[in-house]
C-alpha cells in the first residue's frame, strides 16, 4: 500500500459524457501525476501538478483536463469521452516538484468504461 | 522522443529457474531509471530503481537490475523466482535536464508466469 488513494474503482460512461476522477496524494507529497493505461500496454503520462498547476503535459488532447487542490488533492476530468478513452487511469504522487529525482507512488486506479 | 523497450511479452519459467527480462531506452542523457510490478489485482509498486552510483541495483523480494549506459539497458534479473512473482512487470525512464514534468516512460511491459 502506498497511501495513494483513487475514486471510484469502477466507472461506466457513454460516448460524449463528462467524467471526473479523484485522487488523494500520499501524505507529505506535493506533486501528482496522472497516466492512462490501455488495456495490454504500458502507462502513458497525461499530466501532472504540482503548487496547483500543470506541470507539464503528454500527447493527449485538451479535452483531458485537471486540478490541483491546497492539500495536494488532484482530479482528472475528461470531456467528451471517446470509446477509446476506456482505460485504467492511474494517479502517481512524489515530493519532487518540478525535479526528476524523485520516485513516484502508484494508487490502485480507476477502471473507466466507455460505451 | 524518450521511449523504452520491453522486448520480452510474455514469460513463463517453472519454479526456481532464473529470470532476466529486458528493457533498453533511448534518451542520450542522463537517467532516472525503475521496475514496478503489477500483481493481479493490485496496484503498480516500485520494485527498484536506480538514480546514481553503483550500477547495480537491489530491490524487493531478491529482484536486482544492472544499468549499462553503454547498452542503454536495465535488465532485471532473480536467480530463482517463486510462484508468487507472478505478475506484469513494467520497465520505466524518467529522462533528466527536461523542461517540464517529472514524468516517467513505460515500456509496454512483460507478463511473468511461473509454473509451480
Known amino acids: 500500500e502506498t497511501g495513494v488513494t483513487q475514486s471510484p474503482t469502477h466507472l461506466i460512461k457513454t460516448r460524449g459524457q463528462q467524467v471526473t476522477l479523484r485522487c488523494s496524494s500520499q501524505s507529505g507529497h506535493n506533486t501528482v501525476s496522472w497516466y492512462q493505461q490501455a488495456l495490454g500496454q504500458g502507462p502513458q503520462f497525461i499530466f501532472q501538478?504540482?503548487?496547483?498547476?500543470?506541470?507539464g503535459r503528454g500527447n493527449f488532447p485538451p479535452r483531458f483536463s485537471g486540478l490541483q487542490f491546497p492539500n495536494y488533492s488532484s482530479e482528472l476530468n475528461v470531456n467528451a469521452l471517446e470509446l477509446n478513452d476506456s482505460a485504467l487511469y492511474l494517479c502517481?504522487?512524489?515530493?519532487?516538484?518540478?525535479?526528476?529525482?524523485?520516485?513516484?507512488?502508484f494508487g490502485p486506479g480507476t477502471r473507466l468504461t466507455v460505451l | 522522443a524518450q521511449s523504452v523497450s520491453q522486448h520480452n511479452h510474455h514469460v513463463i519459467l517453472s519454479e526456481a529457474a532464473s529470470l532476466e527480462l529486458g528493457c533498453n531506452y533511448s534518451y542520450g542523457g542522463t537517467v532516472n531509471l525503475f521496475w514496478y510490478v503489477q500483481y493481479p489485482g493490485q496496484h503498480l509498486q516500485l520494485l527498484l530503481k536506480?538514480?546514481?552510483?553503483?550500477?547495480l541495483v537491489k530491490g524487493i523480494k531478491g529482484f536486482e537490475a544492472e544499468f549499462i549506459k553503454s547498452k542503454f539497458s536495465f535488465n532485471l534479473r532473480k536467480p530463482s523466482v517463486q510462484w508468487s512473482d507472478t505478475a506484469e512487470y513494467f520497465c520505466?525512464?524518467?529522462?533528466?535536464?527536461?523542461?517540464?514534468?517529472?514524468?516517467?516512460?513505460f515500456g509496454t511491459g512483460t507478463r511473468l508466469t511461473v509454473i509451480p
Open positions: 536506480y538514480f546514481s552510483g553503483d550500477p
Open positions: 501538478y504540482y503548487r496547483e498547476e500543470e506541470n
Open positions: 502517481a504522487s512524489s515530493s519532487a516538484g518540478v525535479r526528476n529525482t524523485d520516485t513516484q507512488y
Open positions: 520505466a525512464v524518467n529522462a533528466l535536464g527536461q523542461t517540464g514534468a517529472n514524468n516517467l516512460f
